[in-house]
């Protein structure tokens, strides 16, 4: 039976300290963004979300908001495998929010893969200015122009290979289900970068920033980021933050150019089905 999400818990903040970060706003912005236009399934302390028609991209199947791991792990990863399978995905992959050597080394054992994600975020108080290159909000009357750009990348903002008709299908649902403003930063009439905003009341979180690839290194991405922290602030957000891969040290360059700061970790699982 398809259900709702779970709702989880957030914490507010007025500024940034080491003591009191979003951590949970920034899980529960991933778990919205899953559950966003798919059917999702309660089950072994989880949720699944499955988008119809996409479960062949990585994003199309996701088990994700695990509450606890509470039977033996080899057979709880065994049972979440077959659910997977049952439903046609390539990729089997769910993600836990802290790292334990003990849980961890049984994954591994399974022949899983790791991949940590690390979150930034910054106060939105002050007002940024000078962005360089011009950046619109995405209408269905530039879908070409951003799948021509999804095309010039080999792998999705997660680090995952990608079919780019279907990655624009993947993003259009989360989109269409409300949970996010697409952008496209503009050049000659061309996409030379997307990226995407979850507003939440007053926090904000920016999501899968892609810039075409023969123009990475020319801080079209940290103007993109820019642009969306400007759009969040005037909206009323605070605060903002994001994912980036561990080993992505352009995106986490961007980031810190933004004046982001590392707070938090989390770490995805992977495994072909």
């Known amino acids: 039976m398809d259900k709702r999400c779970p709702m989880s818990s957030t914490v507010g903040t007025e500024l940034f300290s ?12 991933d778990r919205r963004y899953f559950c966003a236009g798919a059917e999702n ?19 199309g199947c996701v088990f994700h908001s695990i509450q606890r791991l509470d039977r033996s792990l080899s057979g709880w990863l065994n049972e979440l495998s077959e659910f997977f399978r049952k439903n046609h995905a390539n990729l089997i992959r769910f993600y836990l929010h802290e790292s334990d050597p003990k849980i961890e080394s049984e994954i591994l054992a399974n022949d899983f893969t790791r991949v940590c994600e690390v ?30 750009l999804i ?23 989360k989109i269409r289900a ?51 922290m400007d759009v969040a602030r005037k909206r009323g957000a605070k605060q903002i933050a994001a994912f980036a891969l561990e080993d992505n040290q352009a995106a986490i360059g961007m980031y810190k150019a933004c004046g982001f700061s590392e707070f938090c970790e989390q770490f995805e699982w992977t495994r072909k089905a």
């Open 18 to 29: 080491k003591s009191d970060l979003p951590q949970q706003r920034l899980i529960d912005s």
């Open 41 to 59: 399934t309660d089950l072994l302390n989880g949720t699944f979300s499955k988008l119809p028609g996409l479960t062949s991209q990585p994003g």
């Open 119 to 148: 979150g930034f975020g910054r106060n939105l108080q002050n007002n940024d200015s000078g962005r360089s290159v011009q950046v619109i909000e995405r209408t269905a009357e530039h879908h070409q122009l951003y799948q021509d």
């Open 151 to 173: 095309r010039t990348s080999e792998t999705s903002p997660d680090g995952h290979s990608m079919n780019p008709r279907e990655y624009c299908l993947l993003e259009e649902s």
């Open 178 to 228: 409300g949970y996010m403003t697409p952008y496209l930063a503009i050049e000659n009439g061309k996409a030379i970068g997307a990226a995407n905003l979850d507003l939440n009341n007053d926090f904000a979180r920016v999501k899968n920033v892609l810039v075409a690839s023969h123009l990475r290194g020319k801080r079209i991405g940290t103007n993109l980021v820019g642009h969306i």
